[in-house]
């Protein structure tokens, strides 16, 4: 069977989060205003591993899912969590429109970043 490569774009290189993820987890929580238990409830992750996470451990699985979904719920969340920049300076970000606009607003028009 002959597998075609993906385009170069499409590859991401590790690691997946930045160096300073414990401190960009510290700005996204003042930015949020609650408690590291809150956050830690929020994503449904114990509150030691969000203790690990702000060491150094890297999260991964459900925890890190949860969290980005709800990064994704506040504006530039997950800008914040990645990079300033939406892609932390390596890699080319691929932006997908809204599958459905919210009232008042025209369909396709992302607003999630305003």
Do not use: N
Request: glycine share 8%; aromatic share 8%; charged share 30%.
């Amino acid at each position: 069977m002959i597998r075609r490569l993906p385009p170069p774009e499409l590859l991401i290189e590790a690691p997946f989060l930045p160096d300073d993820f414990p401190r960009r987890l510290l700005r996204f929580k003042e930015t949020l205003d609650v408690s590291w238990d809150v956050l830690a409830t929020c994503i449904g992750a114990d509150p030691r591993q969000v203790w690990r996470w702000r060491e150094g451990t890297k999260p991964s699985g459900d925890s890190l899912y949860a969290l980005f979904l709800l990064a994704d719920r506040q504006p530039g969340g997950v800008r914040l969590l990645l990079g300033e920049d939406g892609d932390r300076g390596r890699h080319p970000v691929i932006w997908l429109p809204a599958d459905r606009a919210a009232p008042g607003e025209q369909a396709g028009e992302d607003t999630r970043w305003r």
